[in-house]
């Protein structure tokens, strides 16, 4: 029986109402900063709203509404989930 494909993308990829499931965080220079307020693999991660230009983007992860820069939201490699 074939399994699906899961459908990974860059959180700066979502569009708001997407849900999904952090698999991973990029290593680089938002990468402390990210996972101190809750960006950690295996947390539901849900898209609220974005701006016009996709910059920020607004976020609920951990029970806390975020709001990330493009630059920020493209580190976050998310697993999109259907709710």
């Given amino acids: 029986m074939n399994q699906p494909i899961a459908d990974i993308v ?38 609220e709203n974005t701006a016009p230009l996709r910059d920020p983007i607004s976020v609920r992860v951990a029970d806390y509404q975020v709001s990330l820069r493009k630059e920020e939201a493209t580190c976050i490699i998310v697993e999109r989930t259907m709710i």
């Fill in 10 to 47: 860059r959180l700066s990829e979502m569009i708001s109402g997407e849900t999904g499931i952090i698999r991973s965080v990029e290593n680089n220079n938002h990468y402390l900063s990210l996972l101190e307020m809750g960006f950690l693999p295996g947390e539901k991660i849900a898209v």
